[in-house]
């Protein structure tokens, strides 16, 4: 049974000692009156007497006590909360981070597993401890608040309690040292609890409560009266590792929501962006998770050209609207037509909103050509031996007469092949200072020197340099281009290959070996899955990337199993890289599908570099096709074993219609005619008794046959029918089986015709007197009194041909089709009352083709039907 979600209430409040833990301390006493099992998890220990005071009457778990750099820190004990279990929880200041060696790094993240467990919870916060705020805030008191929770977890409770009392109020009561002590009271009175910014954040506070009900009553209200609360408004903001560009974001997401539409972040990755320095990438990351916090879908885009790129992605996504940060930074040297502009002037209906920007854009490493990791010998050598080839042929040309300017040619064309050849730009600078400086040397006047007579020299130094710098740099990003294309092909075909082996996959350990195996392409990381078996995680798979030499062991202890167990119970992330039991070697996400976990997978990214926004795409992509593969085949197990009921259910119901009706009206029969010759034997004459003795005979040798029908059909089903096989005079068989007809055969004119006495046919006559018993029988019961009814046997080529024909009414063409299928019956009821069950046809035919035979069945003109078989024919021996 699944397991109740907790409900979330919040008290919200816009600075410290509003009364948020006051009001929290007191509902849960009226929720304790009310007989509701309540918990003190965590209630931050204030220096406020009236409030440590409420606390009485009310149990309180044991603080969860951390040695943090020689210090004691109290933390919120999770565990022992979820071991203990209560109905009603409190644990106050939300936005609080814990300790580390806590599982979470966020005290909202430990609120969210108590609600996952279906504990209420009842919390605090403050409006500057809100993700989309922060900088409105910030802006405000001057103050950037570190703690803050994601508007999602704010816009998913279940109820916010505005706690409010007026600014005046709130200064008089630090004032008279309610909140802080003192010295703390006089650096706040200076500082954040100016009046004007406790109005200010007061009035802030106010509008997110409205903002929250209000969407609350949207989503309650019925979609038939107020037509769907979405607009078509797609907003896309743009992203950088600029610090500001987290200002971006927040507002971005504040327009998205208050527009009620889709968020998107897009990231235009150029050449430069592996020029940032590890600082501006760190700030990269943080605004990525950042866009994800507060519910943006992550795109990734790769050019040179970041306006065109953007336009391109916008029109291609329908956006509505784009939101931008731009740098207070003036660039006297750059032209007039910048970066808004050209956007501008690409996307003309689209609208772009621009943040001013006042900090920094991103900064690339450190701008010298010269940096070891870009230096080897063999590019060296490669740049050397071009020069060498370039010099030689230059010494060829000018003994032959050559202009300067092939020769000037022939140098700017090793710089090309320089630049194409080697990694690091040093070697096409260098390469182009060299060559114009060997040019000089060996072919200018005078030669073997550095000095140049002409005047004009310089400006060809000039503008050799120029163009072998200029032909070198757009060589290097053409190489770059071309590179992060086909690394881009090469993921986005990868995930195609994953659709087409995942639809290939035949159950679900191919489906997770599959995703396994591409996951290992996608991302050169060791990859783990656990596959779910019985509400539990299964043996991993796991699949090492290419030339690792770690024992896979090391992945698979107690504690990374703990983290893979707690997310499959969870259904969130967790692992390296995330807030959530960071310290594992593994990243672990659940494939899921719906609120079901299918499996578990895990990427090792112990000293790996983090995961690039447009790998994790492509990964998260990858997971939702195998969570669709997944579902899939567990919907078509699922549909399997709904067939298997139905026909199971089918089956009880014919046997209960033939136990009811079939079964009862022979028995009622039998049972009548004895009562009849035991209560009357002296008055009955011997025609009367005579009649009646057939009369049980004749039903005693009905059940008989419907006993031996369903035998038959056990041991066919069971694949216990063993055939005798031995050959047969089908005259004998014949005359076999038409002395177990049952007694209604009398009204009906039956005749024999085998074409030959001494026709023979290897048989199991048993089961072929049973074959021929329910033909003949199913021909006495669909034809009327006073019918023909021929059963004949004649050979041609190697087989026998056994046919039961009648005159009767037929059998149309949509029942011949069905007539050979369990538990079929035709509508016909005979006037006795009995139904067959549909086990005779269907049991002859199980005989024949365990003989090899062929049954059929096919009109008898001018009228009837005929049914008949095929065996295999014998030869007499006339010398026996």
């Not at 009561?173 to 004007?196: P, S, V």
Request: proline fraction near 3%; hydrophobic fraction near 40%.
């Amino acid at each position: 049974m699944a397991i109740r979600r907790g409900r979330l209430r919040i008290y919200f409040g816009y600075a410290a000692g509003v009364g948020k833990t006051c009001a929290m301390l007191n509902d849960a006493h009226e929720a304790k009156k009310d007989g509701v099992d309540v918990v003190a998890g965590y209630i931050e220990p204030h220096a406020r007497p009236e409030t440590m005071a409420l606390l009485e009457g009310l149990e309180a778990l044991p603080f969860l006590e951390i040695a943090y750099k020689g210090v004691r820190l109290k933390e919120f004990d999770l565990d022992r909360a979820i071991r203990r279990r209560p109905e009603l929880i409190l644990v106050d200041e939300l936005a609080h981070t814990n300790a580390g060696g806590c599982r979470h790094k966020k005290r909202y993240q430990d609120v969210a597993e108590l609600l996952q467990a279906g504990i209420d919870v009842y919390t605090t916060v403050n409006v500057q401890h809100i993700e989309s705020l922060n900088d409105v805030v910030a802006s405000i008191t001057g103050i950037t608040v570190g703690e803050r929770i994601p508007d999602s977890v704010f816009d998913s409770a279940d109820q916010i309690e505005l706690v409010d009392i007026e600014p005046s109020d709130l200064i008089e009561r630090l004032h008279k040292g309610k909140i802080y002590c003192e010295e703390q009271a006089q650096r706040a009175l200076a500082n954040f609890f100016t009046k004007e910014k406790l109005i200010a954040l007061r009035e802030i506070a106010l509008r997110r409560t409205a903002d929250q009900v209000n969407r609350v009553a949207v989503q309650n209200r019925e979609p038939s009266k107020t037509g769907s609360p979405y607009t078509n408004e797609h907003i896309l903001v743009c992203l950088s590792s600029a610090p500001s560009n987290a200002k971006v974001i927040r507002t971005a997401a504040r327009m998205a929501d208050a527009f009620h539409g889709a968020l998107t972040a897009l990231f235009v990755e150029t050449p430069g962006t592996q020029e940032l320095t590890d600082k501006s990438k760190a700030t990269l990351s943080e605004n990525l998770r950042l866009a994800e916090q507060l519910g943006a879908q992550i795109a990734t885009v790769y050019g040179e050209d970041i306006p065109a790129q953007i336009a391109e992605y916008a029109k291609a996504s329908r956006v509505s609207k784009i939101v931008m940060g731009r740098s207070g930074h003036i660039r006297r040297w750059l032209p007039k037509t910048n970066f808004v502009d050209r956007l501008t002037i690409l996307a003309p209906t689209i609208d772009i909103y621009i943040i001013p920007d006042t900090q920094s854009s991103f900064r690339l490493r450190s701008p010298k050509l010269l940096r070891p990791s870009e230096l080897s010998p063999i590019d060296s050598a490669k740049s050397a031996g071009i020069l060498l080839v370039c010099t030689l042929i230059g010494l060829w040309f000018f003994s032959l007469g050559f202009s300067e300017a092939n020769i000037i040619t022939v140098y700017i064309l090793g710089v090309l092949l320089n630049a194409i050849l080697t990694r690091g730009r040093i070697y096409s600078a260098v390469s182009s200072i060299l060559s114009v400086l060997v040019f000089n040397f060996f072919f200018t006047d005078p030669r073997f020197s550095f000095e140049a007579v002409d005047p004009g020299y310089p400006v060809t130094f000039l503008v050799m340099l120029a163009a072998a710098l200029i032909t070198g740099t757009l060589t290097k990003q053409v190489k770059e281009q071309a590179r992060q294309s086909a690394q881009k092909a090469y993921r986005t075909e990868v995930l195609l290959e994953t659709s087409r082996k995942l639809q290939q996959a035949k159950d679900k350990a191919d489906i997770l070996s599959a995703t396994a195996q591409q996951m290992v392409k996608l991302l050169d990381r060791t990859v783990i899955f656990y596959p779910i078996r019985q509400t539990a995680l299964a043996e991993p798979l796991v699949l090492l990337k290419k030339d690792s030499a770690v024992d896979p062991q090391t992945y698979l202890g107690a504690d990374e199993g703990a983290v893979a167990e707690w997310v499959y119970k969870n259904n969130k992330r967790a692992g390296a890289a995330t807030n959530t039991l960071s310290a594992a070697q593994c990243l672990y996400l659940a494939v899921r599908g719906g609120d079901t976990v299918l499996a578990v997978a895990g990427i090792v990214m112990d000293k790996e570099a983090p995961l690039e926004a447009f790998e994790k795409s492509l990964m998260i992509a990858m997971l939702g096709e195998c969570a669709l593969a997944l579902e899939k085949e567990r919907l078509n197990e699922t549909q399997k074993q709904i067939s298997l009921q139905v026909q199971q259910e089918q089956l009880r119901a014919n046997l209960l219609r033939a136990i009811s009706h079939d079964l009862r009206t022979p028995l009622t029969s039998i049972s009548g005619n004895v009562g009849v010759l035991l209560g009357n034997s002296e008055v009955l004459s011997e025609t009367q008794k005579r009649a009646l003795y057939t009369n049980i005979y004749g039903d005693s040798i009905w059940l008989i046959n419907l006993v031996e029908n369903l035998l038959a059909l056990t041991r066919i089903d069971n694949g216990t029918m063993n055939l005798n096989m031995q050959s047969e005079l089908l005259e004998e068989v014949i005359a076999e089986a038409l002395l177990h007809i049952r007694r209604n055969s009398a009204e009906h004119k039956l005749e024999t015709r085998v074409a030959d006495d001494l026709l023979m046919a290897k048989m199991d006559s048993r089961l072929i007197i049973q074959v021929l018993i329910n033909m003949v029988d199913n021909a006495v019961k669909y034809t009327p009194p006073g019918s023909h009814i021929t059963i004949s046997a004649r050979q041609e080529r190697q087989t026998v041909l056994v046919e039961v024909a009648d005159d009767g009414p037929g059998i149309g063409d949509e029942a011949k089709a069905k007539l050979f299928d369990m538990f079929y019956t035709a509508g016909d009821i005979r006037g006795d009352g009995r139904r067959g069950l549909g086990l005779g046809l269907y049991l002859c035919k199980a005989i024949i083709d365990a003989h090899g035979g062929k049954i059929y069945v096919q009109d008898n003109l001018p009228q009837g039907t005929v049914f008949g078989f095929t065996l295999q024919a014998e030869e007499v021996n006339i010398h026996e």
